[in-house]
């Protein structure tokens, strides 16, 4: 089979699938039968797990680096693809860092984690270079699958199994909705590969292929947590524990983003005046709505969810311009945005880390500089440039995104916008008031010398690299510009 030829292509590439099968065997085993024995689930065999872990996602990457250009016909490696993958095992590779101490600390199972996260990580590379709609959807599902169980992976909370139980019913029914789209287009054509629907789907006058298209998007609003389709996005966050929130928020929508960027704005192009409207009605839904919602949130988890949402809006308005600006400026703010979702979450579990339960209500955090200054100026910056406020890195992806607006004269959108993300800004500012200005409450806690080596490393770097943009933007901008026109 074509598909297996390729793993024949590359020793580096045959060293590392073989490895990474082997670790999720070896995971699963440790899951089955070494976990359920007290006396061999010692802490140093987590840590060699872990540190596999990130030993198997660096093994790819050299692999990437070794392998642009090869493709086959049901696995097209894009030069887009390739790269986006690079910094799609950066990402990962950031978040098993992050979770390390947290896992350590807790008294959580650390053997599912790792042999769930490989799935993810294998479903998302075939996602990212799947080149039909077959390989499409398997992989997709996969990845859904190995969520489901992340979702619900805090077995002893109810707020973990009740959010896992949504997420499975909303996803069972989301995957209906694609299967059936997908069958639209295959009815119609004949075939499900994106380069022959690219030759045909223009030719085509039939009204079928045009509904599965629409039902194929509201796929990928789903999985972007996209209004209207994000109610279990907010729930999952509040439910699941963090490094699971961080992983929901990171690791699977770089690749759903990846290949909606590629599949709306390279296969389906000449369809655009189909799914414009979609596209524009549901990212200004989305940022509206992340905006007043995060307003009234009381627990932080959840203003960080409406945070999200908006943000995917802004990802979506890039693809209404739909011009090389437009990828460039998406693929920027997929890339700064991942990065600071990674930091925030990083600071998170740093501090969580010290304490007995993580402070979920903002009126927990209040005064907390007064305890916490250090770590309290971190976050505060990190907030600052997620909010988008110059000369922080945030705000150029959003300048960006509403620039590539302008140019194609969107320009009650491009406004709208604007007046949006400045409302937004509020209730960024509305927790620094609470970490600085509010009065004290016996709620606040104390952040402890715990160690937390790894942890500490991921902040530091990605601090760092946030600080440094301000200095030198050139290397992440150049590398956005590139990627956009490997695409075109």
């Not at 600390?105 to 984690?113: M, P, R, T, V």
């Not at 959010?163 to 996803?171: A, D, M, P, T, V």
């Not at 524009?280 to 960080?304: D, E, H, M, W």
Request: net charge neutral; proline share 2%.
């Amino acid at each position: 089979m074509e598909f297996f030829s390729f793993f024949a292509n590359s020793f580096v590439g045959q060293i590392y699938y073989i490895t990474l099968g082997c670790y999720v065997l070896v995971s699963l085993f440790f899951c089955a039968v070494i976990c359920s024995e007290k006396e061999l689930a010692f802490p140093s065999m987590l840590n060699a797990v872990s540190q596999f872990s990130c030993f198997v996602v660096c093994l790819l990457l050299f692999d990437c680096l070794f392998n642009l250009g090869t493709s086959t016909q049901l696995v097209q490696y894009h030069v887009y693809s390739m790269l986006f993958l690079c910094f799609f095992l950066v990402a990962s590779l950031l978040t098993l860092l992050a979770n390390i101490d947290f896992m350590n600390a807790s008294n959580l199972n650390k053997f599912e984690y790792d042999a769930l996260f490989c799935f993810v990580l294998f479903s998302s590379i075939c996602l990212c270079f799947a080149n039909d709609f077959l390989t499409f959807y398997l992989a997709i599902e996969l990845q859904s699958l190995s969520l489901y169980v992340f979702a619900s992976f805090s077995r002893n909370s109810e707020f973990s199994t009740e959010s896992g139980l949504k997420y499975f019913i909303f996803g069972a029914v989301i995957s209906c909705f694609l299967l059936f789209g997908i069958s639209l287009i295959y009815l119609c054509f004949g075939t499900v590969s994106f380069e022959f629907l690219f030759k045909l789907i223009n030719k085509s006058n039939n009204l079928l292929p045009l509904i599965g298209v629409l039902f194929i998007l509201i796929t990928f609003f789903f999985k972007t947590g996209s209004a209207p389709f994000h109610t279990w996005l907010t729930e999952v966050y509040d439910g699941a524990i963090l490094p699971v929130t961080m992983l929901f928020a990171v690791v699977p929508k770089i690749i759903i983003f990846s290949i909606l960027v590629k599949l709306f704005l390279s296969i389906l192009v000449d369809l655009k005046n189909v799914w414009l409207a979609f596209f524009l009605v549901g990212s200004l839904a989305s940022i509206i709505l992340g905006t007043f919602a995060a307003i009234y949130q009381k627990r932080l988890k959840r203003l960080f969810a409406y945070s999200t949402i908006a943000h995917s809006g802004f990802i979506l308005l890039g693809i209404v311009a739909s011009n090389t600006d437009a990828i460039s400026s998406i693929t920027f703010y997929i890339m700064v945005y991942s990065l600071l979702t990674v930091l925030l979450f990083s600071l998170l579990i740093f501090s969580s880390v010290s304490v007995t339960n993580f402070p979920a209500y903002l009126s927990s955090w209040t005064s907390n500089a007064l305890k916490n200054y250090n770590f309290i100026i971190a976050l505060c910056f990190v907030l600052f440039s997620i909010a988008g406020i110059p000369p922080l890195i945030g705000f150029f992806t959003k300048f960006f995104v509403i620039f590539s607006l302008v140019s194609e004269q969107f320009f009650v959108t491009s406004f709208l916008v604007v007046i949006t993300s400045s409302l937004a800004c509020f209730y960024y500012i509305r927790l620094i008031k609470t970490f600085f200005f509010t009065k004290y409450s016996k709620n606040g806690f104390w952040i402890s010398n715990t160690k937390r080596q790894a942890t500490e490393y991921v902040v530091s770097v990605l601090l760092f690299f946030n600080v440094a943009f301000v200095f030198y933007p050139g290397p992440i901008s150049l590398l956005a510009d590139v990627m956009g026109l490997c695409l075109l």
